[in-house]
């Protein structure tokens, strides 16, 4: 399990490629929630999502050899481009599978940073599958969504939190494969016991959620039109981590998400993907009990597309 | 008029409170316009526009006495803001007029920094010349919009674009009142000549085009919908600064400012205020000039409202 001298050393590699993103309040969404509300802008990474300093610290530490056979991975969306970030960086080759009928403008944007994208079956878990088997065979690396350099480099986004407030008492993270919540998790109780770290998913996809609650593996439904939250199995290193470190899990319907967007793009003027009205809805379920509390949600992306964007403020 | 060492003495100031913002060259935006494009995330700042770059060195530069007095200033937008900032940085009062009818949500952010907020008359220009004669009664500091301290401290953005990129060859700034392209001409022209410097206004609000082209005050109509580049008077020092050292200066149609805020939001998934769409529109229009050549656009700020934002992308 990662500890938080992984997360500094990550943050050496991290901080090559990256600046620390913005952690700002809007008196506006202070008000509205009626909590001492913070914002951690990852939307302002480079593309566009905390998931690229994970990317960073995976490359950084590769053998030689490793380097020649490149990088595999399969994505649709965030940990994609994270690893074609990376590999770009690092002047590595990343070969990244998606399954057919994968978004154009996700695909257009890990090509452009130079990934390879190949097409590969109907759904995600056959894409998986197969590039993992591919990688084997060409001697490459498959980068599996919460593998542990990934939960060090997106941890370094809790140093920067506590670090700039450092009296804050609550962080709250959306939670899909687990990298997030886990890298977050890590350091808060490390450095300080008393922050509390709450996850969210959605209820529409509570696979998580109901795997930590248990303590042993569920398959929730999976319904979410949340894609950053949309996990149909619960993985095992970010469960163990979750069950050694999270205060609370929470499930939030994806009716009161699309309101907690509305919210966020209305006070802070950015544009959040799905997985970033989480924390907001989360914090106003929670807030009886944060009430008085300087309470931070992570802002984790602005990657929504325009139909997206445009089904959020029609509908 | 403001000199490059000036703006070398404001950046202590600024980053007493802001650190510098992205400069991200998006693939897909790149390709879409067929340039090398970087873009400037000024709506990464605090209040969500370049502006509060100004106010922040402005405050900074106050005598005892006027600390003590206040500032006092009219806007209903990003001026407003900045001013309001600054007073909260440096524990002032800030004193901002409005009209009657201003934008409730603008109203709201500016009370949530501390600044009292008066509405006064039907107008822009009749709220400014109440709040100056008020100023002038209560002795306090009226800041007008293109004050040297602003343009000085929104220079700096010049300065970050600059280091980040030495071989930048143009820069392209939309035109309001006129310190944002004042201060990046100034630095740009002061430290490498070859730099570029163009301005953008809307063909539906050429007053400063016009003015700059023809070297009289001219005022043009004024119908735009964009309104940081809605002047309806040329302002004597920006219109200076611009005759000595801008490269060009072109009109953008409001038709073609809507398509460019649409293609910044779907390759750059940042919200743009109506202003940041014209250095895009503008580096199309000049595409045969530009091609081959490094490019950065200034992307001032994203204070759009959801109103705007749904006009945007419906229709």
């Known amino acids: 399990m990662p500890t938080l001298r992984d997360v500094y050393a990550a943050r050496r590699h991290v901080y090559r490629y ?4 913005p952690l700002y309040r809007y008196s506006g969404l202070s008000e509205a929630t009626g909590l001492d509300l913070y914002v951690k802008h990852e939307n302002h990474q480079p593309v566009g999502a905390f998931k690229v300093r994970g990317g960073l610290n ?3 530490g590769l053998s030689e050899q490793q380097r020649q056979a490149g990088l595999f991975t399969a994505s ?3 940990h994609g481009q994270s690893i074609a970030y990376a590999a770009r960086a690092y002047g590595l080759k990343a070969t990244v599978a998606v ?3 994968a978004n154009p403008a996700k695909v257009a944007a890990m090509r452009g940073m130079g990934a390879e994208v190949l097409f590969h ?3 995600f878990d056959t894409a998986r599958q197969w590039i993992a088997g591919l990688a084997q065979e060409r001697k490459g690396t498959f980068v599996g969504p919460t593998d542990d350099p990934l939960i060090c480099g997106v941890a370094t986004l809790a140093l920067e939190i506590i670090e700039e407030l450092p009296d804050v008492d609550a962080i709250i993270v959306p939670v899909g494969a687990g990298s997030g919540v886990c890298g977050t998790a890590i350091v808060a109780k490390s450095l300080n016991p008393k922050i509390e770290v709450i996850g969210v998913q959605s209820a529409q996809a509570p696979t998580q959620q109901l795997s930590w609650s248990s303590g042993r593996n569920v398959l929730g439904p999976m319904t979410t039109f949340v894609e950053g939250v949309a996990t149909r199995e619960p993985f095992e290193n970010t469960q163990a981590i979750m069950r050694k470190y999270l205060d609370d899990f929470v499930l939030i319907e994806d009716t009161d998400t699309r309101d907690s967007l509305r919210l966020l ?4 003027r950015n544009l959040p993907e799905g997985a970033a009205g989480l924390p907001l809805a989360a914090a106003m379920a ?3 009990r944060l009430v008085g509390k300087k309470v931070v949600i992570d802002f984790c992306g602005g990657n929504a597309s325009m139909d997206e964007l445009r089904s959020l403020l029609v509908n």
Chains 1, 2 share one sequence.
């Open 76 to 78: 649709t969306g965030n």
């Open 121 to 123: 079956g109907p759904d």
């Open 58 to 60: 995976l490359a950084a």
């Open 18 to 21: 990256l600046k620390p993103t």
């Open 99 to 101: 399954p057919e009928g």
């Open 265 to 268: 793009i209305e006070h802070t």
């Open 286 to 288: 929670l807030r009886d």
